[in-house]
């Protein structure tokens, strides 16, 4: 099947700094990626809507200026958590829609467990 | 809108016993749902779904799931676990369009 990667598996930081999470779809091109939040023993919560080349689509009550998604190439979407801070630790999961996947399935990366001190 | 309810957040089974993981949904629309399963360390990857015609859904590794719609409900079965199923499993609805929404997972754990 398809895979994506992400980067970091995990990354601890300073509250302030931001921090960088990569997504990349490996063996296929993803003109839409997705980015998902996950607090423990609760549903993945999607975050945004990443489109190649164009803005992301954010869901009602995540902050866009906080949560920076760039979609820059078919391959590759960042997400950049500005100015974190410790209620920002979370673990952020990315998904791809592969162009010869089945109705609805979507590829998921191992996701990134972000610590902010 | 739609949401997805996973009643167990942990099922203990032992091994060759047979498992049911629970989800129903609420949607004012008709759905696809889905069941990802995600294994230690790994991305969630596709175990079925369901998305019209037979309410029996059949996938990887013995799984099956059945839609009521009356119940709203999309349980997850398997006569009979091995110590290889021990992961988290998640419910996922669809309002037929590109985004998913998640039920809180439950870990299926196998014992010998």
């Known amino acids: 099947g398809a895979v994506v990667s992400q980067h970091p598996s995990w990354v601890i930081c300073k509250s302030g700094t931001s921090v960088k999470i990569e997504c990349r779809s490996l063996?296929?091109?993803?003109?839409?990626m997705f980015w998902y939040r996950q607090f423990p023993k609760q549903s993945l919560m999607l975050m945004a809507t990443?489109?190649?080349?164009?803005?992301?689509?954010?869901e009602q009550g995540v902050e866009k200026d906080k949560f920076l998604i760039n979609h820059a190439s078919l391959t590759l979407s960042t997400l950049t958590v500005t100015s974190a801070h410790p209620e920002d630790s979370s673990f952020y999961i990315c998904?791809?829609?592969?162009?010869?996947?089945?109705?609805?399935?979507?590829?998921f990366g191992e996701g990134s467990r972000l610590t902010v001190l | 809108a739609q949401s997805v309810t996973q009643l167990d957040s942990q099922v203990p089974v032992f091994e060759e016993a047979p498992v049911e993981l629970r989800c129903n949904y609420s949607?004012?629309?008709?759905?696809?749902l889905f069941w990802y399963v995600q294994y230690p360390n790994q991305g969630l990857q596709l175990l079925l779904k369901?998305?019209?015609?037979?309410?029996l859904v059949k996938g990887i590794n013995g799984f099956e799931a059945e839609f009521n719609k009356s119940q709203t409900s999309f349980h997850l079965r398997k006569p009979s676990v091995h110590i290889s199923d021990t992961a988290e499993y998640f419910c996922?609805?669809?309002?037929?369009?590109?985004?998913?929404?998640f039920g809180a997972g439950t870990i299926l754990r196998v014992k010998s």
């Open positions: 998904s791809a829609r592969a162009p010869t996947a089945s109705l609805g399935e979507l590829f």
């Open positions: 063996d296929f091109q993803a003109t839409t």
């Open positions: 990443s489109n190649e080349g164009s803005k992301a689509t954010y």
């Open positions: 949607s004012s629309v008709s759905v696809y």
């Open positions: 369901y998305l019209s015609g037979s309410t």
């Open positions: 996922a609805v669809s309002d037929r369009g590109n985004k998913l929404v």
